[in-house]
């Protein structure tokens, strides 16, 4: 199994991107999904997650503007980033549990140009 991002660009300051994360294989489930970004030089870190019951939890300097989502199945995450700022400018990694098992997805880049 492997996780496939897309939707990555650029958007000027106050705009907005969808990031999308799918499973290869059709029919695959997570019990945790998330996404992580990172920036040159600094470690990867957490953005946002869905648990297996739907709650979701959002790192401080995002919450308000971004939301996470999944689809019914389990096998694909959303990023909804609203109102983005130039300290989102990173490259976004979607992530997956399932069991014992975390699979990443590959990098998507997104640039916030003030």
């Known amino acids: 199994v492997q996780l496939q991002a897309s939707g990555g660009g650029e958007v000027q300051a106050g705009g907005s991107l969808r990031l999308s994360c799918a499973a290869s294989v059709r029919g695959a489930s997570f019990n945790v999904l998330a996404w992580y970004r990172q920036t040159p030089g600094n470690e990867r870190e957490f953005v946002a997650s869905i648990l297996g019951g739907g709650i979701t939890n959002y790192a401080v300097p995002v919450k308000g503007r971004f939301a996470i989502s999944r689809d019914k199945s389990r096998s694909a995450v959303y990023l909804q980033m609203n109102d983005m700022k130039p300290e989102d400018t990173a490259t976004y990694y979607c992530?997956?549990?399932?069991?014992?098992?975390?699979?990443w997805g590959q990098g998507t880049r997104v640039t916030v140009s003030s």
């Open positions: 992530h997956g549990t399932r069991g014992t098992a975390k699979y």
